[in-house]
């Protein structure tokens, strides 16, 4: 029996997969689709969400950014890499808000005088004795009064430096206090002694920092015994410690405030007034 042959379908009018006017049918492929045009208002209708399409990714903003993330998410495939990394937080940002969630809940745990009724409410006079023995004014007040007294210019030297790191002291914090306008924590009150416009902020605590550079200077230039050295530096710890106590700073504030007092003792050395300068202002004879 003869084969039955496919017929061309450039010779006849017979379609290439139906079959000819024969009858006869053709055999095509399995894995190319039919060609058949779709109907006129299904293409007037893709052609316009076409158009739609391209109109809104020329008008995107991503789309001006660049060319390379508007193409990526006009042609679907996937969200601009701006967004992808605004989606994915830096590792920094995770850690300093760790680290921010750690400072206040140890600050509002440590803070059991901020009020009388707290669970140490009965020390809260102690405490605030001790933040008065770190105050700015009464430092400048003693130091100024033993410069006055002083009947030797060494010790006369001593205190005058020693006053000018209190005044500089009080300029740096301030700044940084405007700078930073970090708030104090909610559980303080604002009951303490002989304040500012700028002790409404946080950060750093100027008795921190006072604490830690008087206390290094009075080691530095002062001959003690070691009690007095062991007193100096249960004082300034003390002084740091009654701060968050008290509920008037974070724990960040305190630490940060004793490295900038630590450091400030350092640009104190670099401005010391020799002798001899001291001499010629206070106009003393050699």
Not at 46 to 59: C, D, I, P, V
Not at 61 to 77: C, F, I
Request: proline share 6%; net charge positive.
């Amino acid at each position: 029996m003869p084969s039955p042959k496919a017929k061309n379908p450039s010779r006849g009018g017979g379609s290439p997969v139906l079959g000819g006017s024969s009858g006869r049918y053709d055999f095509v492929s399995l894995t190319k689709p039919l060609n058949r045009s779709p109907p006129p208002h299904l293409i007037q209708r893709q052609g316009s969400e076409l158009a739609t399409a391209r109109l809104r990714a020329s008008e995107s903003p991503t789309r001006r950014r660049g060319s390379s993330s508007s193409t990526g998410s006009a042609s679907g495939l996937g969200p601009p890499e701006e967004d992808g990394i605004r989606l994915n937080p830096s590792f920094v940002r995770v850690a300093l808000s760790s680290l921010l969630a750690i400072d206040l809940w140890m600050s509002k745990t440590m803070g059991v005088c901020a009020c009388e009724d707290s669970s140490w409410g009965s020390v809260r006079p102690l405490m605030k004795l001790i933040e008065i023995s770190g105050h700015g004014i009464p430092w400048l007040a003693g130091t100024a009064y033993c410069l006055y007294k002083s009947d030797s210019v060494a010790g006369q030297e001593v205190m005058l430096n020693l006053f000018m790191g209190l005044l500089l002291d009080l300029v740096l914090v301030g700044i940084v206090k405007a700078v930073v306008r970090r708030r104090r924590p909610a559980h303080n009150r604002m009951d303490m002694f002989a304040t500012f416009s700028v002790d409404r902020y946080s950060f750093p605590s100027g008795h921190a920092t006072r604490a830690a550079m008087c206390g290094r200077f009075l080691l530095a230039h002062l001959v003690l015994a070691t009690p007095l050295r062991v007193l100096v530096l249960l004082w300034a710890g003390l002084v740091g410690l009654s701060r968050v106590m008290l509920g008037r700073h974070n724990v960040t504030d305190v630490l940060f405030g004793f490295w900038m007092g630590y450091f400030q003792y350092n640009l104190i050395e670099m401005l010391w007034l020799s002798l001899q300068t001291l001499q010629g202002l206070l106009g003393l004879q050699a």
